[in-house]
């Protein structure tokens, strides 16, 4: 391919990349953007900010009687599974949307962080521990809908932390969060 075609985007875009391709990666940043836009975009990545946080909604769960689900999500597998089929994706932002989707689960009185690797943490308040299974069915539902279409989403690789029920020190039940270089010395 000669590179003088490049004053004609549509006609450089179309000889180099199948248009399918290029519809589909379109349409899926296309529906990402316009969830993030419904949400607030901040991502809370600092591990004293995410301690932070977690006291808060902690504190607010005792005051009402509930416990708090954290779910630590792992979504490398996700990432790599839509990398291959939207070829054309950028992986960080491939990440960003995928964790906004999911915060979307935790709208009213949680929050969703991020990890420095592929790991996100979402904070639930929940009357019953059981409420974790709903909690990740919820979210494999959303991330089928929203990212995969009529593809059959990975098993989803998630770890669950209930305040109080396995420990009542933060950084001690988020130990596996903080864990793999996303702790500060």
């Known amino acids: 391919m000669e590179f003088s075609d490049i004053d004609d985007p549509e006609r450089f875009v179309s000889a180099g990349f199948p248009a399918s391709i290029l519809e ?34 902690v504190s607010q769960a005792k005051k009402e009687e509930k416990r708090v689900i954290f ?5 490398g597998g996700i990432i790599s599974q839509l990398s291959l089929e939207l070829a054309f994706i950028d992986v960080f932002y491939l990440k960003k949307d995928l ?7 935790a ?31 919820q979210m494999k539902q959303l991330l089928q ?25 933060i950084v001690s039940l988020l130990s596996d969060f ?3 270089g996303n702790e500060r010395g």
């Open 24 to 57: 589909e990666t379109a349409d899926f940043i296309v529906k990402s953007r316009e969830r993030i836009d419904r949400i607030d975009a901040d991502t809370i990545c600092d591990p004293e900010e995410i301690r932070h946080m977690s006291e808060i909604i």
């Open 71 to 75: 779910l630590i999500i792992d979504l």
């Open 145 to 169: 809908k929203l990212c995969y279409k009529d593809k059959t989403i990975d098993e989803l690789n998630v770890l669950t932390r209930i305040w109080p029920d396995d420990d009542t020190h």
């Open 178 to 180: 903080f864990s793999d």
């Open 107 to 137: 709208a009213e009185g949680g929050f969703c962080a991020s990890a420095s690797d592929n790991r996100i943490i979402l904070a639930i308040k929940a009357r019953h521990s059981h409420s974790r299974n709903v909690m990740i069915h």
């Open 99 to 105: 964790q906004n989707t999911v915060s979307l689960l």
